[in-house]
């Protein structure tokens, strides 16, 4: 018993000494811990980018999260840039583990930003966001409205508190679906903030045309999707949601409402049970029409 308990202190051992030296090899983007993932997920891949890092899972073709440090100045030097990347494949990634850009190709999804280029002030980490470990499949509506409202609003944050921390990252609630049977469509979407000093929180959009969002606690987030962005953060900031502000819709575009995070992951299963009661009124309607046929 003595025995394989030496062992396991020594696997445990090895896995916190690789961890931080995978953090470290990712420079000051992990200065404030690399997020924890406390479920299975199988393996995989730390990778650092100039600006972000990821860690990438092979079994969803997706990074499971991607985190940045976001500072002010880099966003505003974002906006000088113009916008001329290419989506790329991951060769860091074995062929048969990464997404490609096939897989994307009339898939009635957009390829989402993660880390978002707007984010990076200059051409070599913009045209690295847009490697495809970077990516989701993700609904058109929301990417480009209220998720990007979303972005806006973090790059706000960042102005006004000089530097931020950020992850962002999918949520797989339910049974799988998969993008041209290989890259999994995330149920949700995620965005954790920690600004140093002052709190933390996380903003929470479904992935569909749905325009609302939810802000809740760091604690709730790991609750809920298994990954806790912030491991070093304080349990009292953790519990405790930072009041984030509001999407910044663009101009003539119409704000999201935010709504409980309870109204948003309940509101998919009233939808569900609205499309199953719909198919089962069509399906009688069908019966008595057939019925009443043969009566004839």
Request: include cysteine.
């Amino acid at each position: 018993m003595i025995r394989h308990l030496a062992v396991a202190l020594l696997l445990a051992a090895n896995a916190a000494a690789a961890s931080a030296k995978d953090t470290a090899k990712c420079g000051n983007i992990l200065e404030s811990g690399q997020p924890a993932v406390s479920r299975s997920v199988g393996n995989t891949k730390l990778l650092c980018y100039r600006a972000y890092a990821v860690l990438y899972s092979p079994q969803t073709r997706t990074a499971l999260w991607s985190a940045e440090r976001l500072t002010g100045a880099a966003a505003d030097a974002a906006r000088t840039l113009p916008r001329d990347s290419d989506f790329y494949e991951e060769d860091r990634l074995p062929a048969g583990e990464r997404a490609q850009l096939r897989d994307f190709v009339r898939s009635g999804y957009d390829r989402g930003h993660l880390a978002p280029s707007g984010d990076f002030g200059d051409n070599a980490s913009q045209a690295e966001s847009f490697s495809l470990a970077n990516v989701v499949p993700q609904n058109s509506t929301s990417n480009r409205r209220t998720w990007s409202h979303i972005e806006t609003s973090t790059r706000k944050l960042a102005r006004q508190y000089g530097a931020i921390h950020v992850v962002t990252g999918p949520a797989f609630t339910n049974a799988a679906r998969m993008l041209n049977g290989r890259v999994r469509i995330p149920d949700y979407l995620w965005k954790a903030i920690y600004v140093p000093g002052v709190g933390a929180a996380a903003y929470v959009v479904r992935n569909d045309a749905t325009q609302a969002y939810s802000v809740i606690s760091i604690g709730e987030l790991a609750h809920f999707t298994g990954i806790d962005p912030f491991p070093a953060l304080a349990p009292a900031k953790q519990g405790v949601a930072l009041d984030l502000p509001p999407p910044t819709p663009h101009p003539g575009e119409k704000a999201a409402r935010r709504v409980a995070f309870a109204w948003l992951v309940g509101h998919e299963k009233a939808g569900e049970a609205a499309e199953s009661l719909g198919g089962l009124v069509q399906h009688a309607g069908a019966l008595a029409t057939l019925m009443l046929a043969y009566a004839r």
